[in-house]
């Protein structure tokens, strides 16, 4: 069920009234691809984007940020947080990112909140864009469940007649939160929807679901299962003869959370900063401890141990996929290696 | 980033700002390593249990995680034991009775001494190893009709290289713990045992198999060897604990940098039952 029909003209003011108290971010088109970037209007964003390169995690985890400053003063100190508490809108994110959305929500508030993570998205509204057929090949989000988002948003969009850029194409609309619905009904924009529209909205389902292929050829639910007889594989070791262990496919994963801390120090050198930035469990540090010992010495153990987190583990540890079949690592990779590829080809082993 | 603004002074504390902690004592244990005692500048005690560990920050220069060496029985201080290897580790080794350092836990699942009261005890410590097991010697000994009989086995590479000293002295002569420790490779004044630390397994009395909590510490080859003599003695492998060290940066299950298999070494660890890491193959390999 739709909760209102809205023009595409009649989105894009209600996007600009939304930037006098917000700053605004979604999708523009630079050349032939399409980035997350902060924009000053309405029309600079591109809703009918296919992917974007980055996906919009930067915009509540950004790739670096300090978490505090800090003043030594007589031996002490003292330190002061920083937040992020800009309101801030997200227009045009795809079922996908929203799934991946949900995993970064989770991981960074249970069992110790992560503040900083958490200001940010507490400010942040959140309008989706769904996708009516595959955004590029490869994707395999149809795979992954997570071509449909039905929560961790605030508002979705449904475009439901094809004429692309027009301003009168309607898109179906249903509200995720409260704000969302606020936001709309406040503006008196959008009308109800019509037996008709309703039906429109059924067909374009059905639409979507005939245009998504599935790659992987068998459910995902069985991936944590493959996965646990997959360990002693000799393709990880195949596969990783060609891996440059550059870190690329962690940095373009909407769903890659790790990071790194370190201290940044004023001229001053009374005061500084403590700085977080996203790390990658593919770079060969990574699991190295004093005296030099690592942990996962081996690119293939690497590579292993990346494919295992989005297969298996986080899901077995959140209850919610750690990966959500953008794909964006597999575009990322410059040695060509690809995650359904594994997938099917440990599948094939039996 | 400018534009982001800092918290008024008044705070909750956020999940990565370290508290204000003092030195007030400092000991050279070796060449490498010192004991540092701490009181947290706010007066409260930090409230951990043995075998739990701390990220010890100094600002400008960075945070890295050290095991708790003392145990919460003796007071509202707390013990760290550090070895000199690197850029904080150094620094810390530049601290003096006075200095400030900012502290952030107490992290992670120490030992379940609940579990192990009414029981005897067995602890096995290689190395440095010994200091996250202090902690639990400590509370063993201040809680000692708790416990039933105490077997404390100990072995460093040279005597150049053996920590706690005076604590080694104390536990020879103590009648409530069975203390034997060894050296791998003795100098000329050494005067006691030498060899591999599983060679004190010949010092033990039977043990009751059924009846004994072990604890390991130490170097992962030492672990191995050290399990096969006590699953030798049919000890169950959920009465086996171990401590790992993993890298880490957060301590608080997000940076991912701690994870061995599917577990947070920092959440679920560092004390683990040797049963569950089992099916772990990062575990201990
Ligand atoms: C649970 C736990 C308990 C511990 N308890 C104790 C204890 O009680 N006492 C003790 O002395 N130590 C303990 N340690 C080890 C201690 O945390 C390390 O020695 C410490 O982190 C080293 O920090 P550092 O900044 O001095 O060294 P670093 O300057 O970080 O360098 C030391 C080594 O760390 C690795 N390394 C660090 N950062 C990087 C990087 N960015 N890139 C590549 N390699 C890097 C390298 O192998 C390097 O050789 C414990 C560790 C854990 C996980
Ligand atoms: S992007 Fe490709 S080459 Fe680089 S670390 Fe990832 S798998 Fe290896
Ligand atoms: S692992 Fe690859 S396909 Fe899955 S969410 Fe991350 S970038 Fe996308
Ligand atoms: S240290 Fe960061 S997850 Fe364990």
Same mark, same amino acid.
């Given at each position: 069920?739709?909760?209102?029909?809205?023009?595409?003209?009649?989105?894009?003011?209600?996007?600009?009234?939304?930037?006098?108290?917000?700053?605004?971010?979604?999708?523009?088109?630079?050349?032939?691809?399409?980035?997350?970037?902060?924009?000053?209007?309405?029309?600079?964003?591109?809703?009918?984007?296919?992917?974007?390169?980055?996906?919009?995690?930067?915009?509540?985890?950004?790739?670096?940020?300090?978490?505090?400053?800090?003043?030594?003063?007589?031996?002490?100190?003292?330190?002061?947080?920083?937040?992020?508490?800009?309101?801030?809108?997200?227009?045009?994110?795809?079922?996908?990112?929203?799934?991946?959305?949900?995993?970064?929500?989770?991981?960074?508030?249970?069992?110790?909140?992560?503040?900083?993570?958490?200001?940010?998205?507490?400010?942040?509204?959140?309008?989706?864009?769904?996708?009516?057929?595959?955004?590029?090949?490869?994707?395999?989000?149809?795979?992954?469940?997570?071509?449909?988002?039905?929560?961790?948003?605030?508002?979705?969009?449904?475009?439901?007649?094809?004429?692309?850029?027009?301003?009168?194409?309607?898109?179906?609309?249903?509200?995720?939160?409260?704000?969302?619905?606020?936001?709309?009904?406040?503006?008196?924009?959008?009308?109800?929807?019509?037996?008709?529209?309703?039906?429109?909205?059924?067909?374009?389902?059905?639409?979507?679901?005939?245009?998504?292929?599935?790659?992987?050829?068998?459910?995902?639910?069985?991936?944590?299962?493959?996965?646990?007889?997959?360990?002693?594989?000799?393709?990880?070791?195949?596969?990783?003869?060609?891996?440059?262990?550059?870190?690329?496919?962690?940095?373009?994963?909407?769903?890659?959370?790790?990071?790194?801390?370190?201290?940044?120090?004023?001229?001053?050198?009374?005061?500084?900063?403590?700085?977080?930035?996203?790390?990658?469990?593919?770079?060969?540090?990574?699991?190295?401890?004093?005296?030099?010992?690592?942990?996962?010495?081996?690119?293939?153990?690497?590579?292993?141990?990346?494919?295992?987190?989005?297969?298996?583990?986080?899901?077995?540890?959140?209850?919610?996929?750690?990966?959500?079949?953008?794909?964006?690592?597999?575009?990322?990779?410059?040695?060509?290696?690809?995650?359904?590829?594994?997938?099917?080809?440990?599948?094939?082993?039996? | 980033?400018?534009?982001?603004?800092?918290?008024?002074?008044?705070?909750?504390?956020?999940?990565?700002?370290?508290?204000?902690?003092?030195?007030?004592?400092?000991?050279?244990?070796?060449?490498?390593?010192?004991?540092? @005692?701490?009181? &947290?500048?706010?007066?409260?005690? !930090? %409230?951990?249990? /043995?075998?739990?560990?701390?990220?010890?920050?100094? #600002?400008?220069?960075?945070?890295?995680?050290?095991?708790?060496?003392?145990?919460?029985?003796?007071?509202?201080?707390?013990?760290?034991?550090?070895?000199?290897?690197?850029?904080?580790?150094?620094?810390?080794?530049?601290?003096?009775?006075?200095?400030?350092?900012?502290?952030?836990?107490?992290?992670?699942?120490?030992?379940?001494?609940?579990?192990?009261?009414? @029981?005897?005890? &067995?602890?096995?410590?290689?190395? !440095? %190893?010994?200091? /996250?097991?202090?902690?639990?010697?400590?509370?063993? #000994?201040?809680?000692?009709?708790?416990?039933?009989?105490?077997?404390?086995?100990?072995?460093?590479?040279?005597?150049?290289?053996?920590?706690?000293?005076?604590?080694?002295?104390?536990?020879?002569?103590?009648?409530?713990?069975?203390?034997?420790?060894?050296?791998?490779?003795?100098?000329?004044?050494?005067?006691?045992?030498?060899?591999?630390?599983?060679?004190?397994?010949?010092? &033990?009395?039977?043990?009751?198999? !059924?009846?004994?909590?072990?604890?390991?510490?130490?170097?992962?080859?030492?672990?191995?060897?050290?399990?096969?003599?006590?699953?030798?003695?049919?000890?169950?492998?959920?009465?086996?604990?171990?401590?790992?060290?993993?890298?880490?940066?957060?301590?608080?299950?997000?940076?991912?940098?701690?994870?061995?298999?599917?577990?947070?070494?920092?959440?679920?660890?560092?004390?683990?039952?040797?049963?569950?890491?089992?099916?772990?193959?990062?575990?201990?390999?």
């Amino acid at each position: 069920m739709l909760d209102r029909i809205i023009t595409r003209g009649r989105l894009v003011e209600l996007v600009d009234e939304l930037a006098r108290t917000r700053r605004i971010i979604g999708p523009v088109r630079r050349g032939e691809r399409f980035f997350y970037e902060p924009v000053a209007k309405a029309r600079e964003i591109d809703l009918e984007f296919n992917y974007c390169v980055y996906s919009p995690k930067k915009v509540l985890f950004p790739a670096r940020e300090e978490l505090f400053m800090f003043e030594r003063n007589n031996g002490s100190f003292r330190t002061k947080p920083l937040l992020d508490e800009r309101p801030t809108a997200l227009i045009g994110v795809h079922p996908c990112d929203i799934n991946a959305i949900r995993l970064l929500d989770q991981v960074f508030s249970h069992s110790h909140r992560d503040d900083h993570y958490l200001a940010r998205r507490r400010q942040l509204f959140i309008i989706g864009v769904d996708c009516p057929a595959e955004c590029t090949a490869g994707v395999f989000c149809e795979d992954m469940k997570s071509n449909e988002a039905n929560e961790g948003f605030d508002l979705m969009c449904y475009p439901l007649s094809a004429n692309g850029a027009s301003e009168d194409m309607r898109y179906g609309i249903k509200f995720g939160t409260d704000a969302g619905r606020e936001f709309l009904l406040y503006a008196q924009a959008g009308d109800r929807p019509t037996v008709e529209d309703e039906r429109a909205f059924e067909r374009y389902r059905a639409q979507k679901r005939a245009a998504f292929q599935r790659r992987i050829p068998f459910d995902v639910d069985g991936l944590p299962a493959l996965l646990d007889r997959s360990y002693d594989s000799l393709l990880w070791e195949a596969t990783a003869r060609r891996c440059y262990s550059c870190g690329s496919c962690n940095l373009s994963c909407p769903t890659c959370f790790c990071f790194n801390t370190f201290d940044k120090l004023d001229l001053t050198l009374s005061s500084g900063q403590r700085v977080r930035e996203w790390d990658g469990c593919q770079l060969r540090e990574f699991a190295t401890v004093a005296g030099g010992h690592n942990f996962r010495p081996q690119a293939a153990s690497r590579l292993r141990h990346r494919i295992y987190r989005k297969g298996k583990w986080i899901l077995e540890r959140e209850g919610i996929p750690g990966c959500v079949g953008c794909a964006r690592c597999d575009r990322a990779c410059t040695a060509k290696i690809n995650s359904v590829e594994i997938y099917n080809q440990l599948a094939e082993e039996g | 980033m400018t534009a982001i603004a800092p918290a008024p002074l008044e705070h909750a504390r956020t999940l990565y700002e370290p508290q204000p902690a003092e030195v007030v004592a400092v000991e050279k244990l070796t060449d490498l390593e010192n004991l540092y @005692r701490f009181r &947290l500048s706010s007066g409260e005690p !930090l %409230g951990h249990g /043995p075998g739990q560990f701390v990220q010890m920050s100094l #600002l400008g220069i960075g945070e890295c995680p050290i095991s708790i060496c003392s145990s919460p029985t003796r007071g509202d201080y707390f013990e760290l034991c550090v070895r000199r290897v690197g850029e904080v580790t150094g620094h810390i080794h530049g601290l003096k009775k006075g200095d400030t350092i900012g502290i952030r836990g107490p992290l992670g699942h120490g030992f379940d001494v609940h579990d192990m009261h009414g @029981r005897d005890v &067995l602890i096995v410590a290689g190395g !440095l %190893g010994l200091a /996250p097991v202090r902690s639990l010697i400590q509370y063993i #000994l201040d809680e000692r009709s708790r416990f039933g009989a105490f077997h404390l086995l100990y072995g460093a590479r040279s005597p150049a290289e053996l920590l706690f000293r005076n604590d080694l002295t104390i536990w020879r002569e103590s009648p409530d713990v069975n203390f034997h420790m060894t050296v791998d490779r003795p100098d000329e004044q050494w005067r006691g045992r030498s060899g591999v630390v599983t060679t004190l397994f010949g010092e &033990l009395p039977p043990i009751d198999p !059924l009846e004994t909590m072990v604890v390991i510490v130490g170097p992962p080859i030492m672990f191995k060897f050290v399990v096969l003599e006590v699953l030798a003695r049919r000890v169950p492998q959920k009465n086996v604990f171990c401590s790992l060290e993993r890298r880490m940066k957060c301590g608080v299950g997000k940076c991912g940098h701690c994870q061995a298999n599917n577990v947070y070494v920092c959440l679920e660890g560092p004390v683990f039952r040797y049963g569950e890491l089992k099916a772990l193959r990062e575990a201990i390999e």
